[in-house]
């Protein structure tokens, strides 16, 4: 029989005591909440505590390093602040800070210290930006100009030594390069002795250098020319090979004719004939300094005393009269053979050769006649371009 007064009873055994109803005042009272468990003494440990901190700032150094490095690594890879290509010189012993700096206030980059730190990452060991003058694009990005400075690639200059010129002259054009740094020595090296050719150099090469890089050509050329020469020469020594060259350079500028012209000379070398060139005239009156433009060799030249005239000495002069190239030391090295022993001017820049005086006082003649005579009759006292004619002349000796 059922009482809702009664009081239930929960079964035996659930481990509960019976439901004691509660009034809603204490309904509505909170439950206590249990404590929290208590932390470890492991966890408590100021060592923990103090790794805890480390690994956090570590983790928080490695975020800004590697937000550092891709903004310097996209700093180093956009367009730089160049607008118009220009010229930067890195100079020998310059250090890459020295550089990075030079850059930045030449407003080719915009930051040295990226372009610095970035750039030391990029060359390997032992590498390093060359010295030398390099054109820098507008727009060029840091690495754009780190790979242009590591190539080594810069602008080259040059300078233009033709061959004919005295080392004098060769000098004075050394001298007067507005692009090459230093001074020349004070003694000229020997006539001669200079290899004509174009040299090319990068901004800040000292003119000694250059002279330097002449003197070494000159010689490696004359030593392997000289080694394949004509074993019939009566040229018998190097230097008198090289004196001989440089007449036969001084006597035509066309290259074609100066294995012929070299014959001439060699037929009368061997004859015992004076050689009679008109260069080293001008080289005995003028020396390295070269003959004034406007100063014609006139016959009283002729007969004038000096140890180059070839008119008054038999044989070669003491020394070279210029610098002669490749292809006048290839040319008497190597000379044609034939029986000429005269040349004159043709009067369309090259020159008729013969055998005998009187074809060759001929073709002088006609040389005249194409030439013309010059006014106030200063032709008849100027020599002819070429071996001369009539009294002048030497005839070779008669054989029995």
């Not at 180093?76 to 010189?89: A, D, K, R, Y």
């Not at 694009?137 to 061959?163: N, Q, R, W």
């Not at 014609?296 to 070279?320: F, H, M």
């Amino acid at each position: 029989m059922s009482n809702s007064n009664h009081i239930s009873e929960l079964p035996p055994g659930n481990g509960r005591g019976p439901i004691i109803p509660k009034s809603p005042n204490e309904a509505l009272k909170p439950e206590r909440v249990p404590e929290p468990p208590r932390r470890s003494k492991k966890a408590r440990s100021q060592v923990i505590i103090f790794l805890n901190f480390v690994m956090t700032m570590v983790v928080a150094i490695c975020v800004v390093a590697v937000a550092a490095f891709y903004y310097m690594i996209r700093s180093f890879q956009q367009p730089g602040p160049l607008e118009t290509n220009t010229h930067f010189m890195v100079r020998q012993g310059n250090g890459l800070a020295e550089i990075a700096s030079n850059l930045e206030r030449n407003g080719i980059i915009a930051d040295g210290r990226i372009f610095r730190y970035v750039t030391a990452t990029y060359l390997r060991k032992g590498e390093t930006l060359k010295a030398g003058e390099y054109e820098i694009k507008a727009g060029a990005s840091m690495k754009d100009v780190m790979e242009t400075l590591e190539s080594g690639k810069s602008i080259l200059y040059s300078v233009v030594l033709p061959e004919g010129l005295t080392v004098r002259q060769m000098m004075l054009k050394l001298a007067e390069d507005p692009v090459l740094e230093g001074d020349l020595p004070a003694e000229l090296p020997p006539e001669g002795s200079l290899r004509p050719d174009t040299y090319k150099f990068s901004r800040g090469t000292k003119r000694g250098e250059i002279l330097s890089q002449m003197r070494a050509a000159q010689q490696k050329m004359v030593d392997q020319i000289w080694e394949r020469r004509d074993p019939d020469l009566p040229v018998k020594s190097k230097e008198d090979f090289v004196v001989l060259a440089s007449i036969v350079e001084r006597e035509t500028g066309k290259e074609d004719e100066r294995a012929h012209v070299a014959s001439v000379f060699i037929n009368r070398l061997q004859k015992g004939m004076r050689l009679q060139s008109d260069p080293t005239i001008v080289y005995g009156l003028f020396g390295g300094d070269g003959k004034p433009s406007d100063r014609p060799i006139y016959k009283s030249d002729l007969s004038k005393q000096t140890p180059y005239n070839t008119y008054q000495i038999k044989g070669l002069p003491p020394t070279p009269i210029a610098n002669p190239g490749r292809a006048a030391l290839e040319a008497v090295a190597n000379p044609w053979r034939t029986n000429d022993l005269y040349f004159v001017a043709d009067g369309t820049g090259g020159h008729v050769f013969a055998p005998t005086l009187e074809e060759h006082n001929a073709n002088v003649r006609r040389w005249r006649k194409v030439e013309g005579e010059r006014a106030s009759g200063a032709g008849a006292a100027e020599v002819v371009d070429g071996q001369p004619d009539g009294e002048e002349a030497e005839k070779p000796p008669k054989t029995n």
